[in-house]
């Protein structure tokens, strides 16, 4: 399944703000919902549909996980299907607040973010997540500058 996304807003139909109970009604009841043990959030994984949904502590969606089967499209570009140096490209003309871990990108003025494998370089994503806007503000300093 293809979902296009829109950063900071949403991903098809489902859109960053949405209520837990909204987002289970739209999608369904086949999911496993999964709880952290260091913090209030909890998340929706919908692994048939290749999402996961992270919600705050009112249980309102704070950020959309897209992975196989599915595929993130923006712009008409399938994120999934792109390396690490093609969404470099992409992404360097729209964006200045890139950041970097081992295996993880954020591109915070676009709101998405890239995970990957242990040789990114070599990879596509495993994983493409929109979030809301803010979300990764207060942990920006666990995060390298990429430019």
Do not use: W
């Given at each position: 399944m293809n979902f296009h996304i829109i950063?900071?807003?949403?991903?098809?139909?489902?859109?960053?703000?949405?209520?837990?109970?909204?987002?289970?009604?739209?999608?369904?009841?086949?999911?496993?919902?999964?709880?952290?043990?260091?913090?209030?959030?909890?998340?929706?994984?919908?692994?048939?549909?290749?999402?996961?949904?992270?919600?705050?502590?009112?249980?309102?969606?704070?950020?959309?996980?897209?992975?196989?089967?599915?595929?993130?499209i923006y712009e008409n570009h399938n994120l999934h299907l792109m390396l690490y140096s093609e969404i470099l490209s992409l992404f360097s003309v729209k964006e200045k607040n890139a950041y970097i871990d081992d295996n993880n990108i954020l591109f915070i003025d676009v709101g998405i973010a890239f995970s990957f494998g242990d040789d990114k370089e070599k990879k596509c994503p495993a994983i493409v997540t929109i979030f809301k806007e803010g979300l990764f503000d207060e942990f920006l300093h666990n995060y390298e500058r990429l430019w």
């Open positions: 950063p900071y807003r949403s991903t098809g139909n489902i859109q960053l703000g949405f209520s837990k109970l909204e987002i289970n009604k739209m999608l369904g009841s086949v999911f496993t919902s999964i709880t952290y043990d260091y913090s209030l959030d909890v998340a929706d994984n919908y692994k048939d549909l290749g999402l996961q949904l992270d919600y705050d502590e009112f249980k309102n969606c704070t950020t959309i996980h897209i992975e196989a089967p599915s595929n993130a």
